[in-house]
């Protein structure tokens, strides 16, 4: 019991229920509590911008061919399709099902970013915004589509130096930095119960029992939107390789329960690959080179769920997102996922990015971290048996299923895998469970 209540996720779930039924039971007064809440959500943003900096420039600047040929173009085309259609179907339910709007706030900020939507740029000044004249001016106003772009193109031009001279120490240092910032946050997060607690009695204080009506509605729109993305896998996979799909749920059985019961696609990583060779057939080449692209290019749950978060926080604030505004959204969810852009941290980070970067409001960040272990279950299912999907896909197109495997009529011994050439892949899955 002891060990249960040191879990971190445990301590915020609990002081999530505490803190709603503390604001229901008070009321009004439970507002009073809302600048300890406030504090924690700024101790997260000040480090937004040297995180987001470091992480791409550090991303960017390690980068090397992953693999070439066909089975690289067929991966990588595949990923980026259904994380597009990931993006699409989160904004498509959160527009009919609007998890969002039962707590709408009602503040003179929400006023200011409701004009600020009203009045969007069109879509040829918006591209010319994504460059800044002035880099610390939008790091000072944590302006970050212009600070991503700055960050990648630093990255590219570090990267080519390296190449030429062998000099690595600029990069080694940006690194340190990156380090050194996620240290800060998992301190702050230490605070997280506390934070989550004031942040959740206030509003249950505010909107009453609505908050607890939106969470579920938030959790529904995620759920929903997973099962009818997983589907479209099986559709897919089934007219393409012409497989039958009733033998998918035993194949897919074991690494499920270990997805959703440790909410870990790293976890889950060694199980998955040894399935998808022994029980679904793909061949050991196509199966190492997808699936480890898969860990951190593959997170099809966490691309509809940060799709979903920004829709949340708009329509909690009462604003209406222009097409540029949906549009960027799912830009910055696809780039998320794609490894493009690496924010290390955790959900709480990702929330904070997505709300900075398309000037959402913060009030509802606070509910959406203390209910993500069970958006996490969501993801990861949806990450990891996504992977599964690519593969054979992937591997279809080159005859590289093996089908008497797929039917059972035929045993083969996956290859051994050394872990320690996925630590880093395997990290940053992790971030996106």
């Known amino acids: 019991m002891k060990k249960t209540l040191s879990h971190p996720a445990v301590q915020i779930g609990v002081a999530a229920v505490g803190g709603i039924v503390f604001g229901l039971l008070v009321g009004e007064w439970a507002a009073n509590l809302k600048f300890v809440g406030d504090l924690f959500i700024r101790l997260i943003q ?51 099902i609007r998890p969002g709007a039962g707590i709408t706030f009602d503040q003179e900020a929400d006023a200011g970013l409701q004009e600020s939507a009203q009045e969007a740029l069109g879509w040829q000044d918006t591209l010319l915004n994504f460059v800044s004249t002035n880099i610390f001016d939008a790091m000072s106003t944590a302006t970050m589509v212009p600070i991503i772009v700055f960050s ?5 031009a570090l990267r080519t130096q390296i190449t030429k001279t062998g000099d690595t120490r600029v990069l080694g240092f940006i690194d340190q930095i990156q380090q050194i910032v996620l240290t800060m946050i998992r301190l702050v997060m230490y605070i997280a119960p506390v934070g989550v607690f004031c942040l959740l009695a206030a ?33 897919v996979v089934t007219i393409r390789t012409r497989l039958n799909p009733w033998l998918l749920p035993g194949k897919l059985a074991e690494q499920t ?53 920004v829709m949340f926080l708009a329509q909690a604030g009462g604003i209406e997102l222009s097409l540029g505004q949906i549009a960027l959204g799912m830009g910055l969810a696809i780039l998320l996922n794609m490894g493009t852009i690496t924010v290390p941290g955790g959900f709480p980070v990702v929330a904070m990015f997505l709300a900075t970067s398309l000037d959402l409001p913060f009030e509802a960040v606070g509910l959406l971290i203390a209910v993500d272990w069970f958006a996490g279950i969501f993801r990861t299912f949806l990450n990891v048996n996504g992977d599964t999907f690519v593969a054979m896909l992937v591997a279809n197109a080159d005859d590289e299923i093996d089908r008497e495997v797929y ?23 992790d971030q996106a469970d």
Request: proline letters at 1%.
């Open 152 to 156: 990648l193109l630093f990255g590219i």
């Open 46 to 96: 000040m480090s937004i911008v040297p995180l987001v900096m470091a992480s791409v420039i550090v991303a960017t600047g390690s980068m090397t061919g992953t693999g070439t040929g066909k089975i690289a173009a067929r991966t990588f085309s595949w990923m980026l399709g259904f994380s597009f259609v990931a993006a699409v179907l989160a904004w498509a339910l959160s527009s009919v």
């Open 407 to 429: 039917n059972g009529t035929k045993t083969v011994t996956a290859e051994e895998i050394n872990l320690d050439e996925y630590q880093d892949a395997m990290a940053r899955a």
């Open 257 to 309: 329960a270990i997805a959703v019961t440790t909410t870990s696609s790293a976890v889950t990583f060694p199980t998955v690959l040894k399935n998808t060779v022994e029980k679904v057939g793909v061949s050991q080449k196509v199966a190492n080179f997808t699936l480890s692209i898969g860990l951190t290019m593959g997170s099809y749950g966490a691309v509809l769920n940060y799709m979903i978060v």
């Open 203 to 235: 509003l249950a204080g505010d909107v009453g029992f609505a908050v607890v009506t939106t969470a579920l509605k938030y959790l529904g729109t995620t759920l929903l939107g997973v099962l009818i993305l997983f589907a479209l896998f099986v559709v």
